[in-house]
């Protein structure tokens, strides 16, 4: 990760400031390999004004010795905000960004107050965000691996039954089998809702029995090395209703469309568009209410968005979710989502369990 603060530096010139101040966590890990719970960092723009100031409190002497590289000026601070202040410049103006994003109002107030009377604090959210959005190698091949544990997670769990059980058994018995083969956790509390409450997008597992002959959606996924990975299977507990199994195909054809048409170039929202003109032209236009998909990387969402908002040109390196869905409330819901990279002339599905209608006694 040695090349992630010069692609910061290069963006901190384009914004024309001099320091970026990155506060957030998840942020400061993707930036440094930091994995602690406490840490700040601020970067300065190349030249002859490099700047690669790491801050931790004395619990992390060592591990933040182990995971930075010699780049990194460490400095073991009592205190986080006091520390970046004392080391700023003390004189002449400098433009110092922050993450407007996720700083909090007091944060902000006590920042401003500590720092010398040259600073401008100029807000600077989604700097490190859109950095994010294009994964290295490394990257991909962590959620490369947390998709594939994921998978076999539910496979495991699929063996022993859908109906009969309820969906709350069912989320435990996936989250523990998540954990059993290595990752850290589920990336997100798991979906299993069966019927018509497979009608709610994000549904909570009920204590509730899945019966025979519904369809149960299962959106899952797995944390691992820090990364997470997504994906939504919708199965058949045994004969189904006609409509349920229309509403299906219908879907399942919306989704391969809008696979298809992930490549380098196209916006979030032309991609989103191709699924949708599909579900709209078979009539369940007001039954596909959230976008099409999502970026995923150290967080489960994250940049860059697939939906009518999303004017993000995709590019290689991003990795992104393709999660159509046509909800009829009180009566079925049904979504798959595939795990996805973009690659330098289309994309590669990293979700590796079959699309194609399963049943799942
Ligand atoms: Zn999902
Ligand atoms: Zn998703």
């Known amino acids: 990760m040695t090349h992630r603060p010069e692609k910061v530096s290069s963006a901190l010139a384009e914004r024309e400031l001099d320091l970026l101040l990155v506060s957030h966590l998840v942020n400061v890990r993707w930036l440094t390999g930091f994995t602690g719970s406490s840490a700040a960092a601020v970067v300065g723009v190349g030249g002859d004004r490099v700047t690669r100031r790491f801050l931790t409190d004395f619990r992390y002497l060592s591990q933040s010795q182990e995971q930075l590289d010699a780049a990194w000026e460490r400095e073991i601070v009592q205190d986080l905000l006091e520390g970046v202040a004392a080391g700023l410049p003390q004189e002449g103006a400098v433009r110092l960004g922050f993450d407007d994003e996720t700083m909090s109002v007091r944060t902000h107030a006590r920042l401003a107050e500590l720092v010398p009377d040259g600073v401008e604090l100029v807000a600077a959210g989604g700097l490190i965000e859109d950095l994010r959005m294009v994964k290295d190698a490394e990257e ?74 519904v369809l149960v959606t299962i959106d899952w996924g797995a944390q691992l090395d820090g990364y997470a990975s997504d994906c939504t299977r919708t199965y058949a507990t045994g004969d189904i209703d006609p409509r349920d199994g229309q509403v299906y195909a219908l879907v399942l054809q919306a989704q391969a469309a809008a696979l298809a048409a992930v490549r380098p170039g196209p916006k979030g929202r032309e991609v989103d568009a191709v699924a949708r003109s599909i579900i709209d032209a078979a009539g369940h236009a007001e039954h596909f209410g959230h976008g099409l998909g999502h970026g995923v990387g150290l967080d489960v969402h994250e940049g860059p968005r697939l939906s009518k908002q999303g004017e993000t040109a995709l590019a290689a390196g991003m990795v992104v979710t393709v999660e159509p869905g046509v909800y009829v409330p009180g009566a079925v819901g049904v979504r798959i989502e595939d795990l996805v990279i973009v690659t330098d002339d289309g994309a590669e599905v990293v979700s590796s369990l079959p699309k194609e209608m399963q049943f799942v006694a």
């Not at 490369?144 to 709350?168: I, Y």
């Not at 990336?187 to 069966?194: G, L, R, T």
């Open 140 to 213: 991909v091949q962590r959620i490369r691996a947390a998709a594939l544990l994921a998978d076999a997670a539910l496979e495991q769990v699929l063996q022993r039954g859908l109906a009969g059980r309820t969906e709350h058994e069912v989320a435990f018995d996936l989250e523990t089998e998540l954990r059993r083969m290595g990752a850290s956790g589920p990336s997100f509390p798991s979906i299993i809702a069966s019927g018509a409450h497979g009608a709610l997008p994000h549904a909570e597992p009920r204590d509730v029995e899945i019966p025979d002959g």
